[in-house]
């Protein structure tokens, strides 16, 4: 079965970029969406078709896909962005999620 | 405004069938290119996808929970019902519908409900 790889956590300093990686075979060939889930909360849409944003999702959330790797990357991080996110894609009719990466924001 | 609500019993014994109801506001479950997921979520651990429907009835299932998920749709109450049968310790989860948009370029969930806590026990 396809599989997704997110490093477990990372950390990042208020204002300055977090680069969240997603790794799986041949990656670039498919589309990539990525979703944040705050603590306590239901997942939220943040990137969808691997660089595209949904309406009221700030502009310093970017997305990528190339190779065998997507990218998640947060420019300005707020504190408001630390949360665990999850990269998605599909493997013919089945959706596969990413193990998750917590963002702490310190 | 889209919205979607889980519902279901909070505690199931071992063995037993469980039933979610997942009921939708906001968009009709007989659109195009619209459909239904169910994804669970046990406690500290990551997504895991179950389960979808569209509203041409095209279904596709988790190929490693294939055997014991059942999913269906009633457009006329626009509500998706989720069955998992043999429930173990394992299932014990919250578990979140989601509304899917199927794009040229790819599905993506865009909305997704509050959840519902089911824990399985004894």
């Known amino acids: 079965s396809y599989e997704l790889s997110q490093p477990a956590s990372m950390s990042v300093s208020p204002g300055q970029t977090a680069s969240i990686t997603c790794s799986g075979d041949?990656?670039?060939?498919?589309?990539v969406c990525w979703y944040q889930q705050r603590p306590g909360q239901s997942p939220v849409l943040v990137i969808f078709q691997n660089r595209q944003r949904p309406s009221g999702i700030p502009e310093r959330f970017l997305g990528s896909n190339s190779g065998n790797t997507a990218t998640l990357t947060i420019s300005g991080t707020q504190p408001m962005d630390e949360a665990d996110y999850y990269c998605q894609a599909w493997d013919k009719s089945t959706a596969v999620f990413g193990g998750g990466t917590r963002l702490t924001v310190l | 405004q889209v919205t979607l609500k889980e519902s279901g019993p909070v505690l199931v014994k071992p063995t037993e069938t469980l039933t979610l109801t997942c009921t939708v506001s906001g968009f009709s479950l007989s659109s195009v290119g619209v459909g239904v997921t169910w994804i669970r979520q046990p406690p500290g651990k990551a997504l895991e996808w179950l389960a979808h429907i569209f509203s041409n009835d095209e279904k596709s299932y988790n190929t490693s929970l294939k055997n014991r998920l059942i999913i269906s749709k009633d457009t006329s109450k626009s509500q998706v019902v989720l069955n998992l049968t043999n429930l173990g310790p394992v299932d014990t989860a919250s578990y979140y519908c989601?509304?899917?948009?199927?794009?040229?370029?790819?599905?993506?969930?865009?909305?997704w409900g509050h959840g519902t806590q089911v824990t399985v026990s004894s």
């Open positions: 041949n990656l670039g060939e498919k589309y």
């Open positions: 989601a509304r899917i948009s199927r794009g040229f370029r790819g599905s993506y969930f865009d909305s």
